[in-house]
């Protein structure tokens, strides 16, 4: 399945990580790419009606979320993680990207 980003920050985003961070989030990417819809927990989860948050998890709690475009997937919105329930202001952010996409 292709991996499409909806903008240039991801790419920032994830070098401003620590480096095995960095190697956790890439991997996690992979996993998505290899097997896309059928990909399930831990790694991923759904959120909301077509977002789901693609989990990566240690030091860093690392949280990406994307959207399923018919044959590829796209990475949304991305943040560090700090608190159990995912921030409402990140899940419309998301959305708003989403709904751009479209």
């Not at 991997?27 to 909301?48: C, N, Q």
């Not at 789901?52 to 709690?61: D, N, S």
Request: proline share 2%.
């Amino acid at each position: 399945m292709e991996i499409k980003i909806f903008d240039s920050s991801l790419e920032r985003f994830i070098s401003s990580l620590e480096k095995n961070t960095i190697a956790k989030v890439l991997r996690v990417i992979d996993l998505l790419e290899e097997f896309g819809y059928s990909l399930e927990a831990p790694h991923t989860k759904k959120i909301a009606d077509d977002i789901f948050e693609l989990r990566i998890r240690g030091k860093q709690e690392i949280r990406i979320l994307y959207t399923f475009q018919k044959q590829s997937v796209v990475l949304l919105h991305w943040f560090v993680k700090k608190t159990r329930k995912i921030p409402k202001k990140e899940v419309d952010i998301a959305k708003g990207k989403m709904r751009r996409c479209i």
